[in-house]
């Protein structure tokens, strides 16, 4: 029996490891299939492959098995010794088993980068926030990574949450809230505006835009900021507060990404793969959230 046959028993049992329940969890792997075997087939046809189509070492474990070792590896970022020591292959193989599968799901959830066009129908609001996740340190130009917010280096990643507008019926459900789109990993120490810059957001005529302090003058309202020497007014005050119980549904959104430890811990990957992580978890997020 495979360990996703043993772990459906239980709903919790797989849960806890992965974050989806079994019937997502199905319902992602019926999305990956097809894709997995049309790059597989384009891998094995491409132009100067020596071995015949079929050649070469297989893998020992199904792509449900696959799968699931990537969504612990999301889960709980431990090491490619510790799933080697769950799953069975050697340390050295779980790479071969769970790269080639980290580009597909971001066909499925189609996160975008930049450029972010959103359809009018079911918006009601749109946040934007930073996040920064914690990276080890560079070999080259270490100062550039470093975050003086954070006291350590890390890589920087706005997040676009929308608020969905609520369907005829479910008032009193929770707040439909969804992530449209992420930006690229920039170093810690690149301003939220500079990354702001880089996305554009065009968001439909009459849809509000929020923002916290560090997008003063981009278009998204703000709260106000104490002037050097002074005080808010009570007035400025009271509209800081209400801003800040809508704004909260942007921290929420962000916080429930960090679910994932490989994007709330130390990532110890290349830099230039944590965007499509970072990518695939704001879709896991949906997948179960949104």
């Known amino acids: 029996m495979s360990h996703t046959d043993r772990l459906k028993r239980s709903p919790d049992a797989i849960r806890q490891p992965t974050s989806p329940p079994p019937a997502q969890f199905d319902r992602l792997l019926a999305g990956l299939a097809p894709r997995y075997q049309r790059a597989d087939a384009r891998r094995q046809d491409r132009p100067g492959r020596r071995r015949q189509p079929g ?8 792509l449900a098995d696959r799968l699931l070792m990537l969504l612990v590896y999301y889960r709980t970022s431990v090491s490619h010794a510790f799933l080697g020591f769950l799953f069975g292959p050697d340390d050295s193989a ?14 499925l959830f189609r996160i975008p980068e930049r450029r972010v066009e959103l359809a009018p129908e079911e918006i009601r609001e749109l946040f934007s926030d930073s996040t920064e996740c914690p990276a080890r340190r560079p070999g080259r130009r270490p100062r550039r990574w470093y975050s003086g917010q954070k006291k350590r280096h890390t890589l920087k990643h706005q997040v676009v949450v929308v608020r969905r507008r609520q369907r005829p019926g479910r008032r009193g459900q929770p707040r439909r809230v969804r992530i449209a789109a992420v930006s690229r990993a920039s170093p810690g120490s690149t301003h939220d505006k500079r990354v702001f810059g880089a996305v554009r957001v065009r968001a439909p005529a009459g849809v509000k835009r929020f923002g916290d302090t560090a997008y003063l003058g981009t278009g998204p309202r703000t709260p106000a900021r104490r002037p050097p ?28 990404m960090k679910v994932w430890e490989v994007v709330a811990e130390r990532y110890r990957g290349p830099v230039r793969r944590h965007t499509l992580v970072f990518k695939n978890v704001a879709g896991l997020h949906n997948l179960m959230f949104a």
């Open 94 to 107: 779980v790479g071969r088993n769970i790269n080639p599968l980290q580009p597909l799901p971001a066909g």
């Open 55 to 62: 050649g070469g070492r297989k893998f020992t474990l199904a």
């Open 229 to 256: 020497g002074g005080r808010l007014t009570a007035r400025q005050k009271a509209g800081n507060r209400r801003l800040a119980r809508r704004r909260v549904v942007a921290e929420h959104g962000v916080g429930k």
